[in-house]
């Protein structure tokens, strides 16, 4: 299964194609607004929230929506406190549905339109949702970065461990503020407290993930403060946890993302830095036409005293299409994975007639925005044994189903062109199904994720991907999952054109998370494997990568009809102790037409037979 040229040419023209027309529309004259000369002024220590929203209220409401307007910030600090802010209502992907959310800046149904922060920081105080950017049109946001001046995450130090008796000192960071209540620990901010559940060990000098820890029980009940900011946790027993290890201690609570894209279409985003968000540092939905150049989830450099960049994912994408460019990011030490661009499921419900179904969102943390339009083209899957219907349909009408017309979005009735499949019928077997015009090619190139949580990239979509030259270096779980799933997040779908070549890949797997079966991991949920008649991947090309660790585990693949892995070289090294359960550099399940060929190990040359 050699590549073909013709595929590779394509593919980048396509691209590169979309970047040149997004390119294009900065290119007009624009009209320059500096607002400084409205007042909005950096480093004044006050609050920016209502003053920043005012002005550009006035400057949006008197342009020619025809004009293209850039608008420049005076580099500097600018504070955003609640008390001012907006209050919008948004349901936001994989994120919880608690609304009103309290924003810092919304740009809502702008066109042509470029904000420039010029280095500017962002600083957030309380709950916040930084930056919202809904239904706009060719829109750049750039040189910006975000924080908060108090996260969420509790940072500590190990002090003491005391193995024997389950007793362990820690000193929290000097910027955490906490309360002791009935001898349990409250992390405590601007406006919120939580009592941590959880945790994540790093080292010390290096800022990665503590070997084989994995998440960890912290130690928040039956504790005694014993001076400021030294505290004692009776019982919190870990013989990993020598001193020095700093340990980020958080909940499980996801509000917002760092940014938050919706419908909107033809939006860039250069060199912008979030280092830190309650939820994901960047969160966009129902999108066409997306370009990141230089964006990161990123520490404040090596002498940054922190040790956690955002709550989970760094970039993610939910029911996009058109293009996702993701380019030259650097993606560390958050709390999930890099990137995951998936659509989503809905789960079949009734069968009305030959034509009409009822179909739900069914996760708690995916529900309240759209799901398809008329036109749109879909197709059905076999929630158990995850095997797509050979019948594409086409969306004749959706309409909204909900008591009143400020319930969330949940389900949907929807009749379709031509009619269904008798065996399309929830009460026969459990059924989602798939938009797949709101699907999207995707490169993601130049990239580096390093020292986080779970895994490096997550990619979903049947449509053209190219993961090239990318350096995935300590992810501690997986570096590459192709997954899908139709029982539990139900994040669609199958991948059926995807080409990973010349990326690097450090020590991955210093941990276990959920699918982490191998440094490339593909990883379809299928409860029912054994009954599965057909695959459920595709046309997946593993080409010309290097790998160096200090365990087996290379390649897992599971349900897919034309893998190849060739050309790859494999480094072995002892930075570890091995300790994965998976003792195979290649292990496949239901893998057919597959080519493995031309790959070494150390410098000789090996058949890595599954």
Known sequence: MKLPTCWIRSTLITLLATCFYLNSIASQVPKVVYLSDYGILPNTGTNSSAAINKVLQTILGKTDKKQTLVLKFKKGRYDFYPEGALSRTYYISNHDQDNPKTVGIAFENCNSLTVDGQGS??????????????????????????????????????????????????????????????????????????????????????????????????????????????????????????????????????????????????????????????????????????????????????????????????????????????????????????????????????????????????????????????????????????????????????????????????????????????????????IGIENLTWTPRVLFSGNTIRHNRARGALFSTPRKTLVERNLFDHTSGTAILLCGDANGWYETGSCHDIVIRQNTFINALTNMFQFTNAVISIYPEIPDLKNQQKYFHSGIIIEDNLFETFDKPILYAKSVDGLVFRSNRIKTNKAYPAFHWNKKNVFFERVTHSEISNNTIDGKKSELTN
């Open 121 to 430: 920081d962002f600083i957030y105080h309380g709950r916040m949702l930084p930056i919202a950017l809904i239904e706009n049109k060719n829109l750049t946001l750039k040189n910006i970065q975000i924080d908060f001046e108090r996260p969420q995450i509790c940072q500590v130090q190990i002090l003491k461990n005391d193995t024997i008796n389950g007793t362990i000192v820690y000193k929290t960071a000097p910027w955490v503020t906490y309360t002791i209540k009935d001898s349990v620990f409250y992390n405590t901010g601007e406006g919120w407290a939580m009592r941590p559940t959880s945790g994540i060990a790093f080292e010390e000098k290096t800022k990665r993930i503590v070997y084989n820890t994995s998440d960890i029980e912290v130690g928040t009940k039956k504790v005694t403060e014993l001076s400021p900011g030294v505290i004692q946790a009776e019982q919190w027993k870990n013989p990993k946890l020598i001193p020095g290890t700093v340990v980020a201690m958080r909940a499980g609570h996801r509000p917002s993302p760092g940014i938050f894209v919706h419908k909107g279409k033809d939006i860039r985003l250069e060199n912008i830095s979030v280092h830190y968000a309650e939820g994901m540092g960047l969160l966009a939905q129902l999108t066409e036409n997306i370009s990141l150049d230089r964006f990161q989830v990123a520490l404040r450099g090596d002498q940054d005293p922190r040790y956690f960049t955002a709550q989970a994912d760094a970039t993610h994408f939910s029911g996009c299409k058109g293009v996702i460019v993701s380019k030259n990011g650097l993606y560390e030490n958050m709390m999930d994975d890099a990137i995951n661009i998936h659509g989503t499921y809905l789960k079949i419900t009734k069968r009305l007639d030959d034509k009409t179904l009822v179909g739900r969102y069914m996760h708690d943390q995916s529900y309240g925005f759209d799901w398809g339009d008329t036109g749109d083209t879909v197709q059905f899957i076999r929630s158990g044994t995850m095997e797509l219907w050979d019948q594409k349909n086409q969306i004749q009408s959706i309409q909204i189903l909900r008591d009143k017309e400020d319930d969330p979005i949940r389900e949907f009735k929807i009749t379709f062109k031509q009619v269904l499949d008798p065996a399309i019928d929830p009460a026969k077997t459990a």
